[in-house]
């Protein structure tokens, strides 16, 4: 991975992943045990460790909430290619598998619908609509928080939708834009999705982000001017299903755990 990256490619090896009793899968399909499966073949997932899914080898990709380099997160995909989905992975990955004295998440999104359920339990500090004044608040609140200094909670605030906060109230923007450029070191964590296509359109935002995940995305003009490096193949990727990132001078990818 690049040097900014803090990603840890698994504290010991999976097991061998069993084959769903011999059952050839769709590309759709998780290939992954579920949550008590997974729990079992990883071991514990160390108290401030966000899980963002499994790499080719077997392997769970972590992300050390407590190290600042990463920076924040950016997840660019055609439309229904499982951005949202992600978010709510990492939302679920949280909640399921860590404790809320260690880590909570909040959600700013145009379309709260899509997160029915995701606002019960103490890991959640609320699901915003983007267009409400309650959103704005949260962003000033954060904002401030992070300018205080570095919390014992860690914080993961999910944005469905870089695009749709640019017509939010300039001060709101303001805030988002200091919370991706000193957010992480006080371990409030950005995690931000975007339209591949509409992403383009936004260097300077996307200049902001050290960290991209990368869905599939089938233009391939496109995706070469979103990535990096050559041969990332973001074409190839199952819809909501696999997704990679940079490592280093390779493309790693991942696919989601069943959780």
């Known amino acids: 991975m690049s040097n900014n990256y803090q ?29 008590k499966a997974l729990i079992k073949q990883i071991g514990p997932i160390p108290p401030d460790a966000l899980l963002f899914g499994i790499a080719s080898d077997g392997l769970p990709l972590l992300l050390n ?21 992600f978010l709510q992975l990492l939302a679920r990955a949280a909640a399921r598998l860590l404790a809320p004295d260690r880590v909570q998440y909040a959600v700013l999104t145009e379309f ?24 704005m608040d949260l962003l000033y609140q954060l904002a401030c928080q992070a300018e205080a200094g570095r919390a014992e909670t860690s914080i993961v605030l999910l944005v469905d939708g870089l695009d749709s906060t640019l017509k939010m109230d300039p001060t709101a923007q303001e805030n988002l834009r200091y919370l991706l450029e000193n957010g992480p ?14 992403a383009v359109k936004l260097p300077d935002w996307l200049s902001l982000f050290r960290t991209r995940v990368y869905g599939r995305i089938s233009n391939l003009g496109l995706a070469d001017e979103l990535t990096p490096l050559p041969g990332a193949g973001l074409g190839t990727l199952f819809p909501g299903t696999q997704f990679c990132l940079r490592q280093k001078s390779h493309w790693l990818r991942f696919r989601l755990p069943n959780l």
């Open 7 to 35: 990603f840890t490619l698994a504290l010991k090896a999976l097991r061998e992943i069993q084959q769903e009793e011999q059952r050839e899968q769709s590309p759709g399909q998780t290939f992954f045990p579920d949550q």
């Open 65 to 85: 909430l407590r190290n600042a380099r990463p920076g924040p997160l950016l997840v660019l995909a055609d439309r229904g290619s499982g951005k949202t989905l």
């Open 112 to 135: 709260p619908g899509e997160w029915d359920g995701f606002q019960v339990g103490p890991h959640c500090l609320g699901i915003y609509p983007l267009h409400h004044d309650s959103a």
């Open 185 to 198: 070191q006080a371990c409030i964590w950005p995690m931000v999705s975007i339209n591949a296509a509409r």
